[in-house]
């Protein structure tokens, strides 16, 4: 979809270039995310992309067709850009700045209206926001309206300059996990800056790792960089706790979960101490139905009716698309040394220590 | 010894009553006078601001000779004229517009280069041409600045209309200069207070006007 072939930027007066003969291809659909030390190119390689920055040499084709062939305004209006200050224009409303590219591309009134209502709903925002303009929103909203905006004309590309870089970690972490979902119903081909390893291997499909004078030193998916990095610079990037980050990447889903010594309410005391043994633990749970209702400790049972028992709940309950990472937390937080694993209000299954450490090993 | 050349009140409403025809031809002359200066610098000063936010290297040249028109007095620019283009209002026109052109080019310019880098890269980046960039969103951003410039320019030109009395226009100054001359307070306090109130009125005309030129300034801070 985009493809750089020895792209090159040397910008005038600078002694090196700031992007050295850099080849790149990104496929259609991917989430590739650009990361380095700064000084590394990553944003002028983004910049190239929409031509704010010319290439010195080398070249750029989106979807198949040079970049060059087209004005460089007419090449913007077809590819999203989202910036970390922003950018909104302070003196249109949120409804009239969603609506710049349609706009510019000369859309009916009926038409753009219908579209802005609808982008509206898809980055989670309030209706009523679009007479307001942009100094009355909060950071995370007026970045619900860039990332807005950049959709607008319904890009296939859409670039990202550290677009979540301006907001408090907390507000980025859910603006981050949005998008991914949202990302996951367009199926958009996303090129993303940022200098947060984590971010990058959190966001995207593909990384590369770029070093100074946008050297590419490793392109490849985050699980495989995580574990294989292809050299010296990109493991010493990557930082330490790479086996965290990792598990970070993988959903519980993915894993097979055990049942673990768990027994129904229905059953017996008699029952709920063979699972014990068998599982050779001092705790069982309890579930009635497919309802987890918590663990009791061995030494609560006196054979009689289950129902009498007061289970403890387990502190931490994962959903399928918990991360591993998480789940490790839970385990090493909990009494059981297990994590629980609950879809609306199902009891799934299981995961200990063993189980997390063997899917990061093998 | 007040030069009472004539007895009786200071001020002289029969005055008024008997020269109200001359007072609204004054009036005319002076809102003239003013509007087309300044219409004229505007338009001037906004070829040249653009001519300035365009070639960097022609803002310091354009603000060296516009300061320097600045310094030159008035009365000694409207003589200075005279050989050129004659005794008429024509050379106050010259002269009051060439007044305006420092004031309004830098607020012009400072008000472009306050519009915010992020807003620039955003409309690049959404594919606005240089030229509607600069229409829609650095034009409209720098209008508080350019607004402002407008009122200094403005209320300047409506005291200096006066001294234009030299040429035998004046508008107000008219009265003030036939005033002092013959030592009747009616016509200077006449002059001098109409000029002062058509500064005001033009004054919170352009407040009014920026208000509703810039709805985006009025909810938000």
């Not at chain 1, 209502?117 to 942009?134: C, I, Q, S």
């Not at chain 1, 970070?248 to 229905?266: F, H, I, K, T, W």
Request: negative net charge; aromatic residues 8%; proline residues 5%.
């Amino acid at each position: 979809m985009i493809r750089l072939d020895n792209v090159t930027k040397m910008f005038t007066g600078g002694t090196r270039p700031a992007v050295d003969s850099l080849s790149l291809d990104v496929d259609r659909g991917d989430f590739v995310t650009l990361v380095g030390p700064s000084g590394c190119g990553k944003t002028t390689t983004l910049k190239m992309i929409n031509r704010l920055i010319e290439p010195t040499s080398g070249r750029i084709l989106i979807n198949g067709q040079d970049a060059l062939a087209l004005p460089a305004y007419e090449l913007r209006r077809s590819i999203g850009y989202v910036i970390q200050q922003i950018g909104l224009f302070p003196h249109r409303t949120v409804a009239q700045n969603i609506a710049t590219v349609p706009l510019l591309l000369g859309w009916d009134r009926a038409r753009i209206d219908e579209r802005v209502g609808e982008l509206v709903e898809l980055v989670g925002l309030e209706p009523a926001m679009l007479t307001r303009y942009p100094p009355e929103l909060s950071g995370g909203q007026q970045q619900r309206v860039g990332v807005a905006r950049a959709l607008a004309a319904d890009p296939p590309v859409l670039l990202m300059d550290e677009p979540f870089g301006a907001v408090d970690p907390i507000v980025r972490k859910r603006l981050q996990q949005e998008f991914l979902q949202l990302q996951q119903r367009l199926g958009k081909t996303v090129v993303f800056v940022t200098h947060d390893i984590d971010e990058a291997v959190f966001m995207g499909t593909r990384t590369a790792i770029l070093n100074m004078g946008g050297v590419l030193e490793q392109y490849d998916t985050p699980e495989t960089i995580l574990a294989k990095p292809a050299n010296a610079f990109v493991e010493n990037f990557l930082g330490g706790e790479r086996g965290l980050k990792r598990l970070a990447l993988r959903p519980v889903s993915q894993m097979g979960l055990e049942r673990g010594p768990v027994v129904d309410v229905a059953t017996t005391g008699d029952e709920a101490l063979r699972v014990m043994d068998e599982h050779e633990v001092d705790w069982v749970g309890l579930v009635d139905g497919d309802r987890l209702l918590g663990w009791v400790d061995g030494s609560k049972l006196d054979g009689g009716d289950l129902r009498l028992l007061e289970p403890r709940p387990f502190l931490v309950s994962l959903d399928s698309q918990s991360s591993l990472r998480e789940a490790l937390d839970a385990v090493v937080t909990s009494h059981a040394r297990v994590a629980v694993v609950v879809d609306d209000g199902v009891y799934k299954g299981m995961l200990d220590l063993e189980a997390i450490a063997e899917e990061i090993t093998e | 010894m007040i030069l009472a050349q004539e007895s009786g009140p200071l001020f002289d409403w029969d005055w008024v009553a008997r020269n109200w025809d001359q007072i609204i031809d004054r009036t005319w002359e002076h809102v003239t006078l003013t509007v087309v200066s300044v219409a004229i610098g505007m338009a001037l000063s906004l070829g040249l601001s653009i001519v300035a936010v365009r070639w960097r290297k022609a803002y310091a040249p354009i603000t060296w000779i516009t300061g320097l028109l600045y310094t030159i007095p008035s009365l000694a620019l409207f003589a200075l004229l005279v050989p050129i283009v004659g005794l008429n209002a024509t050379n106050a026109v010259i002269a009051l517009t060439s007044y305006t052109l420092l004031i309004l080019i830098r607020n012009t310019v400072a008000g472009i280069d306050g519009v915010p880098a992020s807003v620039v890269e955003a409309a690049d980046g959404m594919g606005y041409t240089r030229r509607a960039r600069f229409w829609k969103m650095e034009v409209p951003l720098a209008l508080p600045a350019i607004v402002a410039g407008i009122r200094i320019a403005t209320v300047t030109t409506v005291g200096l209309v006066t001294v234009t009395a030299v040429l035998g226009l004046g508008g107000y100054g008219f009265f003030i200069l036939r005033g002092l001359n013959t030592f009747f307070w009616t016509q200077i306090i006449v002059g001098v207070t109409l000029s002062v109130a058509l500064a005001t009125l033009f004054d919170l005309g352009f407040v009014w006007a920026q208000r509703w030129l810039t709805p985006w300034a009025r909810g938000a801070r």
